[in-house]
């Protein structure tokens, strides 16, 4: 949010927002508040370094997502009243939300690398295959695909790029918390009875992106034929 308050003081709102909705997600009750010993892989100076730049582009990945769903937001009332207006600021939060996912993208490919190195450190071998690296890849090349989303220029346009830099961030909560909580490997460290209460908020999520998506949708066609007309 530091970084874009000088081009967007409206990106520098939502990273507030954003750190807001980690200390409530941190404060659920499915989270298990015991504190552990650490297992013997956490042991290890490559933990701070692989951690602290991967989670440093879920942060942005995660300004990314707010961005578009604002986006998207304005995007939807646009049709009705000041889209000129309305339609500039769409224009300025998509310049910053790909810059996000930029440097977002770059951290997450670093950060995938560190975690090979810390791999290689802890069990002999880079790469594995294991659940959270298979998941780490496929969100890298899931936000690759939206970052170079404008080379194809028959479908590309601002309101497909939001949306995807929205839907994207699922991958990201697939490897943060999905690879802990669901499915079993090496870096499953969080398992507990209670996680399968966070269904309900996905569901909610779910819904409400597939609502926006359509209404934004409608509003950008407006949009066009006002432009056209």
Not at 58 to 83: D, P, Q, R, W
Not at 95 to 100: A, P, Q, R, T, Y
Not at 104 to 117: D, E, N, P, R, S
Request: proline residues 2%; glycine residues 10%.
């Amino acid at each position: 949010g530091l970084l874009f308050v000088r081009r967007s003081t409206v990106t520098f709102a939502l990273a507030t927002l954003f750190g807001g909705i980690i200390l409530f997600v941190s404060g659920l009750n499915w989270m298990d508040p015991e504190i552990n010993p650490l297992v013997p892989v956490l042991k290890s100076p490559w933990l701070m370094f692989h951690v602290a730049v991967i989670v440093a582009a879920y942060g942005f990945f995660g300004i990314s997502c707010l961005i578009g769903l604002t986006n998207l937001v304005m995007t939807s009332i646009a049709g009705k009243k000041n889209t000129e207006l309305l339609k500039t600021r769409v224009k300025e939060l998509t310049i910053v939300n790909e810059m996000s996912l930029w440097v977002g993208l770059a951290l997450m490919t670093i950060g995938t690398f560190l975690g090979a190195v810390w791999a290689n450190e802890s069990w002999g071998r880079y790469w594995g295959w294991d659940p959270k690296e298979t998941w780490a890849l496929i969100t890298m090349v899931v936000y690759a695909v939206v970052v170079h989303l404008h080379l194809v220029r028959r479908w590309y346009s601002d309101w497909l790029f939001n949306l995807c830099s929205v839907v994207a961030f699922s991958s990201v909560l697939m490897t943060f918390f999905g690879v802990n909580y669901f499915l079993s490997g090496m870096h499953s460290y969080g398992q507990n009875d209670n996680v399968h209460g966070i269904f309900t908020y996905l569901y909610i999520a779910g819904a409400v992106v597939i609502v926006l998506g359509v209404l934004s949708r409608i509003g950008f066609n407006k949009t066009k034929e006002k432009e056209n007309g």
